[in-house]
């Protein structure tokens, strides 16, 4: 197994382990929580995509620049345009006060609505990485040792 499979499937195991976080914290009630992890969830598994690629390091954390970066590899990648961008909003002011209009408190802003839309999107990209990575890498195939 080469060293970009061996990254791009820690990249995606953890992406996977992110996306239980953000049901857990869903289930729970901290929605702010939630929509963060679901957000890293899908950057996660964007960068994935890329080392599996070939990528030696792929900076940022806009889940919508990725996912483009991502469509030069297939089109299907398109189809997540809205949803990376829809999980861009929740990168910062799910977790700093100061990313919310004073007097709000990130904990006590987000609601169930929102964390159930951002882990709805985070799946939708989950699944359109792991098709990929079933369709056109190793990285998803049980290792031998």
């Given at each position: 197994?080469?060293?970009?499979?061996?990254?791009?499937?820690?990249?995606?195991?953890?992406?996977?382990?992110?996306?239980?976080?953000?049901?857990?914290?869903?289930?729970?009630?901290?929605?702010?929580?939630?929509?963060?992890?679901?957000?890293?969830?899908?950057?996660?598994?964007?960068?994935?995509?890329?080392?599996?690629?070939?990528?030696?390091?792929?900076?940022?954390?806009?889940?919508?620049?990725?996912?483009?970066?991502?469509e030069g590899l297939d089109p299907a990648f398109a189809d997540l345009r809205e949803s990376a961008a829809l999980l861009d909003q929740f990168y910062i002011p799910t977790r700093y006060p100061n990313g919310l209009p004073s007097p709000a408190v990130p904990s006590e802003?987000?609601?169930?609505?929102?964390?159930?839309?951002?882990?709805?999107?985070?799946?939708?990209?989950?699944?359109?990485?792991?098709?990929?990575?079933?369709?056109?890498?190793?990285?998803?195939?049980?290792?031998?040792?």
């Amino acid at each position: 197994m080469n060293v970009f499979t061996i990254e791009a499937r820690r990249w995606f195991r953890q992406a996977q382990a992110d996306l239980e976080v953000a049901r857990a914290l869903r289930s729970g009630g901290y929605y702010a929580a939630a929509c963060f992890h679901s957000q890293q969830a899908a950057e996660k598994a964007l960068k994935a995509v890329l080392y599996s690629q070939g990528s030696r390091v792929v900076l940022g954390h806009s889940a919508r620049e990725l996912a483009l970066r991502c469509e030069g590899l297939d089109p299907a990648f398109a189809d997540l345009r809205e949803s990376a961008a829809l999980l861009d909003q929740f990168y910062i002011p799910t977790r700093y006060p100061n990313g919310l209009p004073s007097p709000a408190v990130p904990s006590e802003t987000y609601t169930a609505v929102q964390a159930d839309t951002a882990y709805e999107a985070a799946e939708r990209v989950l699944k359109t990485v792991e098709t990929f990575l079933r369709a056109h890498t190793d990285v998803l195939k049980e290792s031998s040792s």
